[in-house]
């Protein structure tokens, strides 16, 4: 028995062309489809490239105003740590009547959380992912240290008004400076390293002018409260 395929209407030839026009159209929808894709894949790229560099840049400008009273934490603690040693050894010292703190600022990472979970940072070349990474991993650590810096500045504090100190309270003292210096420290050093690892990206500190947080304790360490509070004119006060 033989089997007979239907015929088209027109014949093989225009069939075959319009099976030809079909499959055509159909590949150019895809590479259209795919060009869509990668162009709105770079468009995602660099909106998240130019998101994560602003908030590096705002992050180091914020230290960068931090480091501007460096001198003044360092005279800060050297003048705690003589205070303790002359009551200690029995010699009368003046009472502290302001401390002050560190300036502390947040460490943002909120646009560098985002484009990681939008899976964006993996559109990254590799190089430039380690690089964020490097740098955000930096100001994490920074963000802790300035956690665990207020709480031993807090301990200090405590000092403030003090005219008889116990030597259990000098000694809770001196380790609450050793350690406000050490977590000073790994301020320091974190950002250096975060810093070193932005300027090899071009990324430069930017902070604003008109936020540049408090200076407390570069307020002299014998001024009233209340006069040292004035000084500080800050509108949070100081704790």
Same mark, same amino acid.
């Given at each position: 028995?033989?089997?007979?395929?239907?015929?088209?209407?027109?014949?093989?030839?225009?069939?075959?062309?319009?099976?030809?026009?079909?499959?055509?159209?159909?590949?150019?929808?895809?590479?259209?489809? &795919? +060009?869509?894709?990668?162009?709105? *894949?770079?468009?995602?790229?660099?909106?998240?490239? *130019?998101?994560?560099?602003?908030?590096?840049?705002?992050?180091?400008?914020?230290?960068?105003?931090?480091?501007?009273? &460096?001198?003044?934490?360092?005279?800060?603690?050297?003048?705690?740590? *003589?205070?303790?040693?002359?009551?200690?050894?029995?010699?009368?010292? *003046?009472?502290?009547?302001?401390?002050?703190?560190?300036?502390?600022?947040?460490? /943002?990472?909120?646009?560098?959380?985002?484009?990681?979970?939008?899976?964006?940072?993996?559109? +990254?070349?590799?190089?430039?992912?380690?690089? +964020?990474?490097?740098?955000?991993?930096?100001?994490?650590?920074?963000?802790?240290?300035?956690? &665990?810096?207020?709480?031993?500045?807090?301990?200090?504090?405590?000092?403030?008004?003090?005219?008889?100190?116990?030597?259990?309270?000098?000694?809770?003292?001196?380790?609450?400076?050793?350690?406000?210096?050490? &977590?000073?420290?790994?301020?320091?050093?974190?950002?250096?390293?975060?810093? /070193? /690892?932005?300027?090899?990206?071009?990324?430069?500190? +930017?902070? /604003?002018?008109?936020?540049?947080?408090?200076?407390?304790?570069?307020?002299?360490?014998?001024?009233?409260?209340?006069?040292?509070?004035?000084?500080?004119?800050?509108?949070?006060?100081?704790?």
């Amino acid at each position: 028995m033989r089997i007979q395929l239907p015929k088209p209407l027109h014949g093989w030839r225009e069939f075959a062309g319009e099976v030809g026009v079909i499959v055509l159209g159909v590949l150019i929808a895809l590479g259209l489809g &795919e +060009f869509a894709q990668a162009w709105n *894949d770079r468009s995602n790229t660099r909106d998240a490239r *130019d998101a994560i560099r602003a908030e590096i840049s705002s992050d180091l400008g914020q230290l960068s105003l931090r480091f501007a009273t &460096e001198d003044c934490m360092a005279k800060r603690l050297n003048e705690i740590v *003589d205070y303790l040693d002359a009551r200690s050894s029995g010699k009368e010292a *003046d009472p502290v009547t302001w401390l002050g703190k560190p300036q502390q600022w947040n460490m /943002d990472t909120f646009r560098w959380d985002a484009a990681s979970q939008s899976g964006r940072v993996s559109l +990254f070349p590799v190089g430039e992912q380690s690089a +964020f990474s490097n740098i955000y991993g930096s100001l994490k650590a920074i963000g802790s240290a300035q956690a &665990e810096e207020q709480r031993w500045w807090a301990q200090l504090r405590s000092l403030e008004g003090q005219k008889h100190v116990s030597a259990n309270m000098l000694d809770t003292l001196r380790l609450a400076a050793s350690q406000a210096r050490y &977590e000073d420290y790994q301020v320091r050093l974190f950002y250096g390293e975060a810093l /070193d /690892d932005a300027r090899a990206m071009g990324i430069k500190p +930017f902070f /604003d002018p008109s936020n540049v947080g408090p200076r407390s304790v570069c307020i002299p360490i014998r001024t009233p409260r209340e006069e040292a509070l004035r000084i500080l004119h800050f509108r949070f006060g100081s704790p």
